[in-house]
């Protein structure tokens, strides 16, 4: 293979390593580009010799000044830049650059579940959700009973799910950033893959009372000494006098659950359009490739979404803060990009109270794959949300079903990011760089790569690969509209991801910036 190097935008200075074993010292590129050192693959060649102070460009935008003078063909790597201001949240441009509309995209459909309350299901999963971690050991093991004893006679349910968590109770749970967690919780207990109300499973002494985490429901205890008598919620709640012991605890929860699985056999999927879909976008293990191959051809599927109809998400915060000045003029109002800035300044406040910088956010993993810092992550990991107009933004644990493209915020770990979109979502996108095993029970994950190396190491864990784009076998639209017709399919039952496959489903986290007991 040729020397093959990657430059975003005209104005880069800088380009990055597209060879899978990197470069030696002394390659020369066609147009005369000499390497002074080896620059391993995805990582930056300066394009030019930089003197200590100047601009570093990627993307198009500055991500960095030298620290140094800088050779022509030297590695540009973390240590040889600083970290440039945030844009000024009080300084951007509101919807000053709307995009217009693209032509709409009709007549395609996916097989879905259509539930009572008007969403739509890509699974049938019976779910039981916990208010509080001490009675998650016991709904797993019922869970374990209830997939053992009763699943295999309801063979029209795909699963059984456990909704547990690490919250609950040792909380301030009057404090204003309780509303987070709480809300999640709820929205996830109503998920659209449950198609039913859902089995809430609580101890009884929990500051999170069902309750609460359910407002306005018509909350039933169960017990063994109890009917069923409608289709509201009902609670088991362990600490009840009428439940004597381990036993009779099991029994109630597997009794009510019998019933569920009853309602849930019944479904059957229907033709739905594509706008019922909900799909939460997120990357993780990202790369310099990111930016590049995987998240502009999901960027082009988005685009292919919202103009079909769907509602579309992308989020973390972080990795959205030092590309937001790209985001403001492209709201779709002044009020839109306004309520994007206080999502931005939310954050900014949280993490200043907690002694963090911009600079906590790469791992290793991230500069290891060759991104320098967050400024350039972020400009690699909003290339996800396409070119459509940014409809809506909701803030920490609000519920998306606005139609368009959305800014959903959530921090940008992996586990919480997609447990807050888990609210909302009944599809998830996820781009990698460097390889995660990443999957969710509630949702199937589709996994795309950045490069075709991870593909093809990890065939059984990638659903897509995006790297043909950096080599030239494919390009932005062909795998933008791979990706459209893979989410139907996945949608529709037809096809089947790789976690869903080997059963790789992460716990749930849901954000919680309040105050712990």
């Not at 104005?11 to 470069?23: H, K, M, Q, T, Y």
């Not at 490739?289 to 509602?311: I, K």
């Not at 932005?476 to 996945?490: A, K, P, Q, R």
Request: glycine share 8%; with cysteine.
């Amino acid at each position: 293979m040729d020397p093959l190097r990657i430059q975003v935008h005209p104005s880069d200075n800088v380009a990055i390593v597209v060879n899978p074993e990197g470069l030696p010292t002394g390659t020369t590129f066609a147009d005369g580009l000499r390497l002074v050192e080896h620059i391993p693959q995805s990582h930056k060649v300066a394009l030019k010799r930089f003197a200590a102070g100047e601009p570093i460009v990627r993307y198009g935008q500055i991500i960095g000044q030298a620290n140094r003078e800088i050779p022509q063909g030297s590695w540009i790597r973390e240590d040889t830049l600083e970290l440039p201001m945030a844009p000024a949240l009080d300084q951007l441009a509101l919807a000053t650059a709307v995009p217009h509309h693209h032509p709409s995209l009709e007549g395609y459909t996916f097989d879905g579940y259509r539930n009572a309350d008007g969403s739509v299901g890509t699974k049938n999963i019976l779910g039981i959700t916990t208010t509080v971690q001490c009675v998650a050991p016991t709904v797993d093991y019922a869970v374990r009973r209830i997939k053992a004893e009763l699943l295999p006679r309801f063979t029209n349910v795909d699963d059984v799910v456990s909704i547990t968590h690490t919250y609950g109770c040792g909380v301030a749970i009057d404090a204003p950033g309780a509303t987070i967690p709480i809300r999640t919780l709820g929205h996830i207990s109503h998920h659209a893959n449950f198609g039913a109300s859902p089995l809430v499973v609580s101890l009884g002494c929990e500051k999170l009372q069902p309750a609460r985490m359910l407002p306005g429901e018509n909350l039933q205890r169960l017990t063994n000494k109890l009917p069923i008598l409608n289709d509201d919620p009902y609670v088991v709640r362990l600490q009840d006098e009428d439940l004597r012991g381990f036993g009779e605890i099991i029994s109630a929860i597997m009794r009510y659950a019998e019933k569920r699985l009853v309602e849930l056999n019944r479904r059957q999927r229907t033709s739905c359009p594509a706008s019922e879909l909900n799909v939460g976008l997120q990357c993780g293990g990202s790369d310099a490739f990111s930016g590049v191959t995987c998240n502009p051809a999901v960027g082009y599927a988005s685009d292919l979404l919202v103009r079909a109809g769907a509602s579309v998400m992308f989020s973390e915060v972080t990795e959205v803060r030092d590309a937001v000045h790209l985001l403001t003029p492209r709201c779709s109002s002044e009020n839109v990009a306004r309520d994007l800035i206080r999502e931005m300044r939310w954050y900014d406040e949280y993490l200043a109270r907690g002694g963090a910088d911009r600079s906590a956010n790469p791992t290793p993993g991230n500069k290891r794959g060759g991104l320098s810092n967050v400024v350039e992550k972020a400009l690699g990991s909003v290339a996800k949300a396409g070119t459509s107009a940014i409809a809506h933004v909701a803030s920490h644990g609000d519920k998306v079903t606005a139609k368009g493209l959305t800014f959903a915020a959530t921090p940008a770990s992996d586990f919480i990011c997609g447990t807050q979109q888990l609210a909302s979502m009944n599809m998830h996108v996820f781009t990698t760089g460097e390889g995660t095993p990443y999957g969710l029970a509630l949702v199937p994950v589709i996994k795309v790569s950045s490069r075709t190396a991870l593909a093809e190491r990890w065939r059984d864990l990638i659903d897509l690969d995006a790297g043909r784009i950096a080599t030239g076998h494919a390009t932005i639209e062909s795998v933008g509209w791979e990706l459209f017709h893979l989410l139907l399919d996945v949608a529709s039952g037809r096809k089947k991801t790789w976690a869903d496959h080997w059963g790789l489903h992460n716990a749930l986290a849901p954000f919680n910036p309040g105050p712990v007991t």
